[in-house]
DNA sequence: CTCGATGCAAAGTGTTTGCAGTACG
DNA sequence: CGTACTGCAAACACTTTGCATCGAG
């Protein structure tokens, strides 16, 4: 799902395609993981006057229509990912860095068991990266195993 | 990772285990998915003057600690889990319905061969139920082919 | 032109914190 | 008995809403 298609489905659902949501549109499918106050920032740069209601509206018409979803990747705020095809990611527990990972097949399978209708999958591994797996390994030892 | 333990744990933590917190952790070890509200709720049925903000100190502690885990599963505020180990959920776009799945065995690989390390999964299918699927087929079509 | 979209400020949520009193260890 | 923990209320951060105005269709 690009920005034109976004566009194109806006329009086809009887919604005004706005100089404010051509801008935000662009910004939210060019960029995976914002939340609102970063689509804020960055929308600013070229629409001076656009305010941060224009963002959380435009945000939530889009939740509504089912083009993004929202996601709490350990933050403790909202962020928005471009619709719910499929999210992997690798979250490092040490410098938080958020990695994108290729999909894994076994899903359907199991939907076919269970009699499911799976329309996406959101998979969020949960560890260290190469780099902080370095670190701790010379580092000090963490308070308990499961940390 | 149960009630007991985790009180072990605290109290290894030179924690102080207060009657507030026996009530909360049970509630919490009992209970996969509740909000802060809910476990406040919960509480309050045997903890007649237990606040709130216990209620969120006690998850933000065993945050800390790592043995809680924040999950936003869609509905806009937090819910708390109970460690990171393993968490994987099937949720119900047509009925908001939270199942459990079984684990999937094919991250292992992924991790050595990128040099990660994993600590916990959290996978989320998102689509529809088979009852909802069963309604789907009778009723009206959806907006659009991806909702 | 008309009605949906916007900016602004004010109101709502959910969460955190300061402080004085309480009770665990 | 000291100090970590608690309840309460006030502060805070993020999100939503009411209203007058603007502008896409």
Redesign the interface.
């Known amino acids: 799902m690009n920005c034109t298609e976004v566009t194109h489905?806006l329009h086809a659902?009887g919604k005004r395609i706005t100089g404010e949501r051509r801008v935000l549109l662009r910004i939210i499918t060019d960029n995976p993981h914002l939340d609102a106050a970063e689509i804020y920032q960055l929308a600013r740069k070229e629409a001076t006057k656009l305010s941060l209601s224009t963002v959380y509206r435009t945000v939530k018409l889009l939740k509504e229509?089912?083009?993004v979803?929202?996601?709490?990747l350990?933050k403790?705020h909202?962020h928005y990912e471009l619709?719910?095809?499929e999210h992997y990611h690798?979250i490092c527990?040490g410098c938080g860095k958020v990695v994108e990972?290729?999909p894994?097949?076994?899903?359907q399978e199991?939907?076919e068991k269970?009699?499911?209708?799976?329309?996406?999958?959101?998979?969020?591994?949960?560890?260290?990266?190469?780099k902080c797996?370095k670190k701790r390994a010379r580092g000090t030892m963490v308070?308990?195993a499961?940390?």
Chains 1, 2 share one sequence.
């Open positions: 489905l659902e229509l089912g083009l979803q929202l996601s709490d350990g403790g909202h619709d719910l095809k690798f527990l990972i290729p894994i097949s076994a899903f199991l939907a269970r009699g499911f209708e799976i329309i996406g999958a959101k998979v969020q591994l949960v560890g260290y990266c190469t797996c308070r308990f499961m940390l």
